[in-house]
């Protein structure tokens, strides 16, 4: 028991401070929300007399693009362009349209590469823009009056955003549930602390390591409540993330990664001086490993105490060598999964440095892959080098505060490792896994005839001496049942 409480003491003294200083850390970074100095030119913002109308489309035609369109409007840049995306005496493919507020269905012109990689039909909900009401609308005119937007995808996001929680809390149950809750704080934490402190220049380094540290701090306990195991996963996550930390400020800067190549960069360079693309990206770099570093630690931490608790007796360099063979097939399949993510993300990228023929390590290192090549390597040394740590404080951890060997019995059911950091009992279904782990670790000594079961810390009984008491005891019954 002194063992346990030091153990649980050591885990309070470094994880307390470290969350009192990364919650101060936080409120003293808190962005403002000003966006003085931006100077941003919305494009969802419509001009006078000008809508975003949705609908849904009947038929879908190819005629010729300068015909005449009744109710057209001149004027607009966004007209010219759709009158000018194809030469003169060339078709376009134009969608009947039923707009969704009612009315005679409009013709909506569709832009020549959404027909030429996608394309509409019938039936399609489309969002467009409408110019049949803007200053100096003419019907004279042949440019579209209606242009297309974009598709409206929200009963397919919705359904499979449904389809997704009701399977995670199927398999996963309470645990599933308080998952997603956890995924919904961790994006309002980015959406609130990170994204504007980037906006306002804050520092990416910091920016990034205190909301990541919240982040995880929150989704851990959360999702798997204040255990031991819980919280040497923490310890494992934040050692990786402070490695990922420290890699991608010294890859960003020595690689010279300023993601000039890409078009949305160029926006936020033109909107502020305030927004650095090579601070962004630094705050990528962290942020896109935090699922994955979550995964590994907190998988090694469960395997640590598994093993344990299969077999107590087990010194602690045998439970770290079994622990490191389950952690080595992780990190081979982890790595697999960061590259492909990160390779399906970039295809379109892949599939142009393909086309242009150009040399392998040329290819790699341009200025189009070599961020993607980065977060990779960067994210998997974190990832890697998270596995051993986490399972030295994990060995570490559990002999201290899991099932010792002495002679205390314990009532079968009960739990008897994976307690808090203050030494409290897992509750909910953190307590009844173990319990059910508990039970099956225990062995039965007598099957028909009402036998207990008999379990103590780190001991078994002799299956002799059971056996003895049984024969004893069997008289006895025999001898009531006949005095009946």
Same mark, same amino acid.
């Given at each position: 028991?002194? &063992?346990?409480?030091?153990?649980?003491?050591?885990?309070?003294?470094?994880?307390?401070?470290?969350?009192?200083?990364?919650? &101060?850390?936080?409120?003293?970074?808190?962005?403002?929300?000003?966006?003085?100095?931006?100077?941003?030119?919305?494009?969802?913002?419509?001009?006078?007399?000008?809508?975003?109308?949705?609908?849904?489309?009947?038929?879908?035609?190819?005629?010729?693009?300068?015909?005449?369109?009744?109710?057209?409007?001149?004027?607009?840049?966004?007209?010219?362009?759709?009158?000018?995306?194809?030469?003169?005496?060339?078709?376009?493919?134009?969608?009947?349209?039923?707009?969704?507020?009612?009315?005679?269905?409009?013709?909506?012109?569709?832009?020549?590469?959404?027909?030429?990689?996608?394309?509409?039909?019938?039936?399609?909900?489309?969002?467009?823009?409408?110019?049949?009401?803007?200053?100096?609308?003419?019907?004279?005119?042949?440019?579209?009056?209606?242009?297309?937007?974009?598709?409206?995808?929200?009963?397919?996001?919705?359904?499979?955003?449904?389809?997704?929680?009701?399977?995670?809390?199927?398999?996963?149950?309470?645990?599933?549930?308080?998952?997603?809750?956890?995924?919904?704080?961790?994006?309002?934490?980015?959406?609130?602390?990170?994204?504007?402190?980037?906006?306002?220049?804050?520092?990416?380094?910091?920016?990034?390591? /205190?909301?990541?540290?919240? @982040?995880?701090?929150?989704?851990?306990?959360?999702?798997?409540?204040?255990?031991?195991?819980?919280?040497?996963?923490?310890?494992?996550?934040?050692?990786?993330?402070?490695?990922?930390?420290?890699?991608? &400020?010294?890859?960003?800067?020595?690689?010279?990664?300023?993601?000039?190549?890409?078009?949305?960069?160029?926006?936020?360079?033109?909107?502020?001086?305030?927004?650095?693309?090579?601070?962004? @990206?630094?705050?990528?770099?962290?942020?896109?490993?935090?699922?994955?570093?979550?995964?590994?630690? @907190?998988?090694?931490?469960?395997?640590?105490?598994?093993?344990?608790?299969?077999?107590?007796?087990?010194?602690?360099?045998?439970?770290?060598?079994?622990?490191?063979?389950?952690?080595?097939?992780?990190?081979?399949?982890?790595?697999?999964?960061?590259?492909?993510?990160?390779?399906?993300?970039?295809?379109?990228?892949? @599939?142009?440095?393909?086309?242009?023929?150009?040399?392998?390590?040329?290819?790699?290192?341009?200025?189009?892959?070599?961020?993607?090549?980065?977060?990779?390597?960067?994210?998997?040394?974190?990832?890697?080098?998270?596995?051993?740590?986490?399972?030295?404080?994990?060995?570490?951890?559990?002999?201290?505060?899991? /099932?010792?060997?002495?002679?205390?019995?314990?009532?079968?059911?009960?739990?008897?490792?994976?307690?808090?950091?203050?030494?409290?009992?897992?509750?909910?279904?953190?307590?009844?896994?173990?319990?059910?782990?508990?039970?099956?670790?225990?062995?039965?000594?007598?099957?028909?005839?009402?036998?207990?079961?008999?379990?103590?810390?780190?001991?078994?009984?002799?299956?002799? &001496?059971?056996?003895?008491?049984?024969?004893?005891?069997?008289?006895?019954?025999?001898?009531?049942?006949?005095?009946?």
């Amino acid at each position: 028991m002194a &063992a346990r409480r030091r153990a649980n003491w050591l885990l309070a003294a470094v994880l307390v401070p470290l969350t009192l200083l990364t919650l &101060a850390a936080m409120v003293m970074m808190w962005p403002s929300g000003s966006k003085e100095g931006l100077t941003l030119a919305n494009p969802y913002t419509a001009a006078p007399g000008v809508t975003f109308d949705t609908g849904k489309i009947q038929r879908v035609v190819v005629e010729a693009c300068t015909q005449g369109n009744p109710g057209s409007a001149q004027g607009s840049s966004q007209q010219d362009q759709a009158a000018q995306a194809a030469p003169q005496g060339s078709d376009c493919t134009f969608a009947y349209t039923e707009p969704d507020q009612g009315g005679n269905p409009v013709k909506v012109v569709i832009n020549p590469d959404i027909a030429k990689s996608h394309g509409v039909k019938t039936g399609d909900n489309i969002r467009y823009l409408n110019l049949s009401k803007a200053p100096g609308a003419s019907a004279a005119q042949g440019s579209p009056a209606y242009i297309f937007v974009d598709f409206v995808r929200t009963v397919p996001i919705i359904l499979l955003a449904v389809l997704y929680a009701v399977v995670v809390i199927a398999v996963a149950r309470w645990r599933g549930l308080r998952a997603l809750i956890g995924l919904v704080g961790a994006y309002a934490v980015l959406a609130a602390f990170i994204l504007p402190g980037l906006v306002e220049g804050k520092p990416p380094l910091l920016l990034a390591l /205190v909301g990541s540290t919240v @982040i995880m701090i929150g989704v851990l306990y959360f999702a798997h409540g204040f255990s031991a195991r819980t919280s040497t996963a923490l310890l494992g996550t934040i050692f990786g993330l402070g490695i990922t930390a420290l890699l991608a &400020a010294w890859a960003t800067d020595a690689a010279n990664l300023a993601g000039v190549g890409s078009h949305d960069a160029a926006t936020l360079t033109n909107m502020s001086d305030h927004i650095s693309i090579s601070g962004i @990206i630094l705050c990528g770099l962290i942020i896109s490993g935090l699922g994955v570093l979550n995964d590994v630690t @907190i998988t090694q931490s469960a395997a640590v105490w598994e093993l344990y608790e299969l077999a107590p007796e087990t010194s602690a360099r045998q439970l770290f060598q079994s622990a490191m063979r389950i952690g080595r097939d992780h990190i081979a399949s982890t790595v697999y999964t960061i590259a492909f993510a990160y390779a399906g993300a970039a295809l379109p990228i892949l @599939i142009i440095v393909m086309l242009y023929n150009r040399p392998l390590g040329e290819a790699l290192t341009s200025a189009e892959l070599s961020e993607e090549v980065i977060r990779t390597l960067v994210g998997s040394i974190g990832l890697v080098l998270a596995i051993p740590v986490t399972t030295v404080i994990a060995v570490l951890v559990v002999k201290a505060t899991g /099932v010792k060997q002495a002679g205390n019995a314990v009532p079968a059911g009960r739990g008897v490792a994976g307690r808090g950091v203050g030494g409290a009992e897992n509750s909910g279904e953190n307590s009844g896994a173990e319990n059910s782990r508990a039970e099956h670790s225990v062995p039965e000594f007598a099957a028909n005839s009402g036998a207990r079961y008999a379990a103590v810390r780190g001991s078994v009984p002799d299956p002799s &001496a059971e056996e003895d008491h049984f024969a004893a005891s069997g008289p006895r019954r025999g001898r009531r049942s006949a005095g009946q």
